[in-house]
């Protein structure tokens, strides 16, 4: 029932603000078409915090973002001409496409402190449309199907699961929902689509005889079908048809290698448009050649 479970790995995003990085895994890459999974926080900002906890400008291409938080408030700027603040249980969905560059930055929270939680996914787009045009969408409230079933409240984020379907536009068939579980409840694991993951947000899980705890993905067979909840736990259920294999170089993803050398000289060179909003600074090519090898941690 269980085909691996992934422990987050800490990374540092400079300036202090640290995240759970859970995928791409050496040994799992992807889970249908989820290349990317951050866990940020839970991390308290006081207010009058510096501004080094941004995240600066920088580019993306061949995926879409997918912000979502349990708690806090992030402002997204991007070089489509979105600006757009980001609150609990909204979608702020970015298709990169064939390219785009955003900042999040951290506004409320300098102002007033704030109580960051959440979660930062990637897409990676089928290889039709790698190179489509860049768009941003944000959804909330009716976009976004809600439910209550004998201690269970979930959320649809984006996809098709639980007979209900989000308005956040996909490129290629996907699930991704948040459940809140009380104690004991146990709660359904879609199963319609052919790879499967679950990731422990908060508190601990049951499956397969096994306790789980926050900060472990797992990787799910065919056989799974329900989770039980050891305690009060936030949950993120996750999967899709696979697209094939992916390379990754810092914020860039594609099916080619010298796509990703190319965006790389692209933002090296400066031809990737900054926001308007927010074009004052950016956050430079790492050094070093673009690896060869396919998505890893």
Known sequence: MIEMVIEQRRR????????????????RRMVGPFV??????PLDIAAGSHDHLDVRPHPHIGLSTVTYLFSGEVMHRDSVGSIQQIRPREVNWMTAGSGVTHSERFEKARTQGDHLHGIQAWVALPTAD????????HHSGGDLPQWSDTGVHGQLIAGSAYGLNAAVKTHSPL????????????????????ERALYVAAGAVELDGRRFDTGQMLVLGE???????????????????????RYIYWNFVSSSKERLAQAAEDWKAGRMKLPDADDK??????????????AMS
């Not at 640290?18 to 895994?25: A, E, N, Q, S, T």
């Not at 990317?36 to 926080?41: I, P, R």
């Not at 600074?281 to 396919?294: D, K, T, V």
């Open 36 to 41: 990317f999974f951050d866990h940020m926080g």
């Open 223 to 245: 056989g799974a079908s329900s989770v039980k909840a050891a305690e009060r736990s936030t949950i993120m259920v996750l999967g899709g048809e696979p697209l094939g294999e």
């Open 130 to 137: 790698e190179e489509t045009a860049p768009s941003f969408s």
């Open 281 to 294: 600074e950016f956050i430079p090519l790492p050094e070093g050649p673009a690896p060869s090898a396919p």
């Open 12 to 27: 540092s995003l400079g300036g202090g603000l640290d995240v759970g990085r859970v995928l791409p895994y050496a040994k």
């Open 175 to 194: 699930f991704y929902a948040h459940l809140d579980l009380d104690a004991g409840a146990v709660a359904e694991i879609p199963g319609d689509q052919p």
